[in-house]
């Protein structure tokens, strides 16, 4: 059976509701917060939380309409329960609960970062078995072999900051504003990446990540340049050096193991840099490449809706009792 899913996402600060048969996405509603957030430079937990529950109700109402379905058509409803914001995790969480509960339908928890790595199964592509995940995110920066189906082996990751982070905290650092990755991009269009030198990935280390010395660098270059700073420049060269970083790891681990695909997932997968890098890099080395389109890169309850239809259909159940985690290894 192929299970139609009610899919709830609120780990950070989008509050998403999706529905999806399979690996079709059927509606995907994604209330975003940004503004909320941004007179602040960052997410703050207590206001996510809040907001959540302010969006959910009309977010999953929204979502079935949109699907053009109604509850008796739901055959189960999966939630994000990890990991994430505890606060934000359990507002989705109570929901899908309340939902499970009146509809009568089973309730499934799942692992946010495997929303991601599943989400490039939305094209409808086939990725061969074994292949290495590139896993990009405001929280994450890891390797991660998928040796076939909901089987994942942890490869590499950052020793400090996220790739994501590293864009935030350069686009601050530069003056670019919450939140830094399309901010980067959009400055780093009409800038030459070759300008300024940044630091690029730790060589000593095949799988590991590091990206603390690149925020320090450009803090060093804003402070160096001081008014005479070109911002085009400056986007564009932390940009180049964060896509050489994260590409030259991921394309090594690819030749030695020889795995026949890469995914890219995650908030920073959105970057069409990073794409096009990866996407020519792959057909050269005649591997498959698949990253999902750049709305289901950043968070959303459709990656977490083909989670939950796959793991409905294998015969996975959570109860009533479901808990919310910060953080959990991957399942
Ligand atoms: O996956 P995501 O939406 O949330 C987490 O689970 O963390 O990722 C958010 C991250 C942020 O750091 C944001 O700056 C980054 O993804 N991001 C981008 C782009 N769009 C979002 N980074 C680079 N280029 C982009 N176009
Ligand atoms: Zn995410």
Known sequence: ?????????????????????GREVLSNVVSSQIDLHKQWGG?????????????????YRQALADAQMDQSQIDGIAVTNCPGLVGALSVGVTAAKALSAVWNKPLLGIHHLEG?????LAGLVEIPYPHLCLL????????????????????????????????DKGSRLLGLGYPGGKAIQD??????????SLPRAIQDDPYHFSFSGLKTAVSRLVEREGGKLSIPDAAASLQAAIV???????????????????????????????????QLECERMGVVFATPEPELCTDNAAMIGIVGSLRFARGDRSDLSLDCFSSAPLP
């Open 136 to 167: 990009v995110s405001g929280g994450h920066t890891e390797l991660i072999e998928v040796l076939e189906p909901f089987k994942y082996k942890l490869l590499g990751e950052t020793l400090d900051d996220a790739a994501g982070e590293a864009f």
């Open 43 to 59: 997410v703050v937990p207590e206001m996510a939380a809040r907001a959540h529950v302010e969006s959910i109700v009309p977010a």
């Open 187 to 196: 400055a780093a269009r009409d800038g030459s990446p070759k300008r300024y």
């Open 116 to 120: 991601h790595i599943l989400s490039p």
């Open 244 to 278: 050489e970083s994260l590409s030259s790891k991921a394309l090594a681990a690819v030749e030695q193991h020889g795995y026949k695909g890469l995914t890219l997932v995650g908030g920073v997968a959105a970057n069409q840099s990073l794409r096009e890098t990866l």
């Open 1 to 21: 059976m192929t299970w139609t899913v009610l899919a709830i996402e609120t780990s950070c600060d989008e509050t998403s509701a999706a529905v999806v048969r």
